[in-house]
């Protein structure tokens, strides 16, 4: 297969930050994505329905001229919480989901729940309001090892807290073990689960063997070689729960080269493609459709996209980098080539 085309695909858990670097990154999204699931972990967090809306609105502003991309837009959950503010997130219209950041848990998550027990009424209107929960699975013990840190959250937090909300529809995000892999096939039809491309394609060696690359860190951090293959095993099975959520996380270049760097892989001009070439190493692309375009739709309960986007096996150039604000910023494998391109519909070239 040389050529694949797909329904227009959806993005599940998507950062595209907020004023001078909005319009440098979120187009990229915008031309091959029909909605994404927009992260609110912005500084101050957006913990309000107001604030998902007027950070919604700069969206929209950002956009290219005639783009149809639809940001579904998410409420970042505290300790405090109220049910009445998740009210009116679900009466809002474009607000499809909650986040729940353990506190400390990744980039910009210091207002996070220290206690998802402090969180109960809140989890309870979410359920009431057929709303999401979005969750970044990771305990956050500072003695707790970094590579361990999702398997325990699975155990520890996820297990009672479904059990607790037995009619809560939850998403893990961003799966990076195997163990989190078993846990979601194991689970009830209402957890799902995203994977992005960077889990799919790389192992921890790739972040730190013959060298330290600050461009393949993000949280949670990559794993080992037979969690990658556990990953690959569960997108390409077509599992209606495992679906499509790039994580693209951008930070600037200077936030990333340097002594302490920040969490997050800038991958949105280039996702789809990585996916395709992930499903294309298992010989699973007849697989990408599902994964990419209606799993996660589905999931939501929302209809699926209409149009569609014609990937094909042609070697494109990453760009080395890329403007982003005042500053710049290198997205995955900046600087070398990637097997496939979209043919169609044109998107902004890089
Ligand atoms: C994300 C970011 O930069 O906002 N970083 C990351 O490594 N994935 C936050 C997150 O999703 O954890
Ligand atoms: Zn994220």
């Given amino acids: 297969m040389d050529t694949i085309t797909l329904t227009r695909p959806d993005d599940w858990h998507l950062h595209v930050r907020d004023g001078a670097v909005l319009k440098d990154v979120v187009h990229w999204s915008a031309a091959r994505f029909g909605r994404a699931i927009i992260m609110p972990n912005l500084v101050p967090p957006v913990t309000t329905t107001q604030a998902a809306i007027a950070y919604r609105e ?104 479904l059990d607790q909300h037995p009619t809560l529809r939850v998403v893990l995000e961003h799966l990076t073990t195997k163990a989190a892999v078993d846990f979601v096939r194991e689970g009830p039809s209402r957890l799902g689960a995203t994977i992005t491309p960077q889990h799919l394609l790389m192992n921890r060696n790739d972040l730190l063997a013959g060298g330290i690359r600050p461009h393949h860190y993000c949280l949670p951090i990559l794993k080992r070689e037979r969690d990658r293959e556990a990953l690959i095993a569960a997108a390409t099975s077509g599992h209606p729960r495992f679906f499509l959520g790039t994580d693209s996380a951008p930070h600037a270049l200077e936030a990333k080269e340097t002594g302490c760097g920040c969490a997050g892989i800038f991958t949105a001009p280039i996702a789809l493609e990585l ?50 604000g005042d500053s710049t910023i290198v997205p995955l494998h900046g600087g070398h080539d990637i097997a496939w391109r979209v043919a169609t519909p044109n998107p902004h070239s890089a």
């Avoid at 996070?112 to 057929?130: P, R, S």
């Avoid at 697989?287 to 309960?301: I, K, P, Q, T, V």
């Avoid at 986007?309 to 982003?324: F, M």
Wanted: proline share 6%; with cysteine.
């Fill in 58 to 161: 700069r969206i929209m502003a950002a956009l290219p001229p005639g783009s149809d991309f639809d940001p579904l837009m998410t409420l970042y959950l505290t300790d405090n919480t109220p049910a009445e503010e998740i009210a009116r997130a679900a009466a809002s219209g474009v607000i499809q989901a909650i986040k729940l950041y353990p506190a400390g848990a990744t980039t910009n998550s210091d207002s996070g729940v220290t206690d998802i027990a402090h969180c109960a009424e809140a989890l309870e209107a979410i359920a009431a309001h057929d709303l999401t929960l979005c969750i970044h699975g990771e305990v956050t013990h500072p003695h707790t090892d970094i590579f361990d840190r999702e398997a325990l959250f699975l155990e520890q937090r996820l297990a009672p807290l």
């Fill in 275 to 324: 996916y395709a070439q992930a499903f294309d190493q298992a010989g699973a692309l007849e697989r990408l459709e599902g994964f990419a375009s209606h799993f996660g739709a589905d999931f939501y309960g929302l209809p699926r996209n209409t149009q569609t986007i014609t990937l094909e096996r042609a070697a494109q150039a990453i760009p080395a980098s890329l403007p982003y």
